[in-house]
Antibody, heavy 118, light 110 residues
Framework: EVQLVESGGGLVKPGGSLRLSCAAS????????MNWVRQAPGKGLEWISS????????YYADSVKGRITISRDNAKNSLFLQMNSLRAEDTAVYFC???????????WGQGTLVTVSS | QSALTQPPSVSGSPGQSVTISCTGT?????????VSWYQQPPGTAPKLMIY???NRPSGVPDRFSGSKSGNTASLTISGLQAEDEGDYYC??????????FGGGTKLTVL
């Protein structure tokens, strides 16, 4: 069974940093591209970053470019999102998703909540 | 990276059909058959319902169908059931090698 489990969320002050993790199991993690998608409270889904299976291709949304870094460790079946210079508007549930090609996310984690507040 | 345009809400009675539209541009929906649709009941993770415009993953009822014309994609749910309630989001791959989501549509089964 494919499983994606996010962790690392929490309360952080504006300007602070946080590193999110997504632990993958039940499939060959190193063969799949991956996404991070977030959802602010009461709002819609927002794509923020993608990474190819071998980390050769990385893409970011303009809203987070320069403040976040996506990475992965295929040996540990893990996906990461390093977030710096956090702002109140970064408050959201962050989901990781397995991509089929670059087309769509067929499996999603349950998400981890990041709250940026003083 | 402007969001795709969806109606904020749609509703229908059990057994009826509803269609949710998703309008993008020639840089996303209009250029690629890489439109997907997700269902998200309150407090849960998104669930893939349609991929590549009109394909259904295994386990998704054939009451759900997708189509596309020009810059607009559509999700049609026929034979509405109470369990279909929730938020629906479209998504498209873009010419910038990024993704874009729609603003979401709340489906209410009356």
């Amino acid at each position: 069974e494919v499983q994606l489990v996010e962790s690392g969320g929490g309360l952080v002050k504006p300007g602070g940093s946080l590193r999110l993790s997504c632990a993958a199991s039940g499939f060959s993690f190193s063969s799949y591209n991956m996404n991070w998608v977030r959802q602010a409270p009461g709002k819609g889904l927002e794509w923020i970053s993608s990474i190819s299976s071998g980390s050769s291709y990385i893409y970011y949304a303009d809203s987070v470019k320069g403040r976040i870094t996506i990475s992965r460790d295929n040996a540990k079946n893990s996906l990461f999102l390093q977030m710096n210079s956090l702002r109140a508007e970064d408050t959201a549930v962050y989901f990781c998703a397995r991509l089929i090609g670059w087309d769509y996310g067929d499996h999603w984690g349950q998400g981890t909540l990041v709250t940026v507040s003083s | 990276q402007s969001a795709l345009t969806q109606p904020p809400s749609v509703s229908g009675s059990p057994g009826q059909s509803v269609t949710i539209s998703c309008t993008g541009t020639s840089s996303d929906v209009g250029s690629y058959d890489r439109v997907s649709w997700y269902q998200q009941p309150p407090g849960t993770a998104p669930k893939l319902m349609i991929y590549d415009v009109s394909n259904r993953p295994s386990g998704v009822p054939d009451r759900f169908s997708g189509s596309k014309s020009g810059n607009t994609a559509s999700l049609t749910i026929s034979g509405l059931q109470a369990e279909d309630e929730g938020d629906y989001y479209c998504s498209s791959y873009t010419s910038s090698s990024t993704w874009v989501f729609g603003g979401g549509t709340k489906l209410t089964v009356l």
